[in-house]
């Protein structure tokens, strides 16, 4: 079925999003959410001895246009930038004055960047499956399909329409928190919103 198909099914039968499962939640956000900004704050989990306990914590701000185009903001603690043009992706760290650029395709493939951001085939990167109901969040759970990716699992929570959080497992066991607030949908950017300017003096890496 396609996504198009979800989202009539679902004004048809007069559900609302609370009432929807989180990947038709998800799949209707996909589809009509153009573009999108908020703000986040990740924590990562430290587990010792099977217990798991809340390690670094940073906070920001992001926005993103698809396909492939976002800025993801981080000001707390430290002061970074990952910003994606829609051809290269960007990371610039302003502490150290350095910018690594890769290209984009090959870098969020199958990543968090991707499913929130990318294209509106998910099926080509993922398999998605609803995992159930979590304080009152819809919570679905995409594997992706390349054994490449840095992530085993990407939990995805949905409230109303709109993604409220994400629980990234990447392959080494680690565990992150993403929590999205204050999600406004399809704002107006301008044209060079996303185009990445290397500020002066910066060293560029290109691995």
């Known amino acids: 079925m396609c996504f198009g ?8 039968a007069g559900m609302t999003a609370a009432q929807a499962s989180a990947i038709e939640q998800f799949k209707a956000f996909v589809v009509n959410t153009k573009t999108a900004k908020g703000e986040f704050v990740q924590v990562q989990m430290k587990t010792t001895n099977g ?3 809340i390690g670094k914590t940073s906070s920001g701000i992001f926005k993103f246009a698809r396909p492939g185009k976002f800025i993801w903001t981080y000001i707390k603690p ?3 930038v990952l910003q994606a043009d829609g051809d ?4 610039y760290d ?3 004055n350095q910018v690594t650029i890769k ?3 090959n870098a ?7 499913i929130l951001f990318g294209s509106v085939d998910l099926d080509k990167n993922f398999v998605m499956k609803d995992i159930g109901v979590k304080e009152g969040i819809e919570w ?3 594997t992706p399909k390349t054994k490449d990716s840095q992530f085993d699992t990407i939990g995805i929570g949905m409230k109303d329409g709109v993604p409220v959080g994400m629980e990234l497992r990447d392959s080494f066991g680690q565990l992150s928190l993403v929590t999205l607030k204050n999600f406004e949908k399809n704002p107006s950017f301008g044209a060079d919103q996303f185009k990445f300017v290397v500020p002066q003096g910066a060293e560029v890496l290109r691995p």
Do not use: T
């Open 5 to 12: 198909a979800v989202v009539g099914g679902l004004m048809l």
């Open 51 to 53: 217990v798991s306990k």
């Open 78 to 80: 430290y002061d970074q």
């Open 88 to 91: 290269k992706l960007y990371l």
């Open 94 to 96: 302003k502490d150290l």
């Open 103 to 105: 290209s984009l395709g």
């Open 108 to 114: 969020i493939a199958s990543s968090p960047a991707a």
């Open 140 to 142: 679905l759970q995409a």
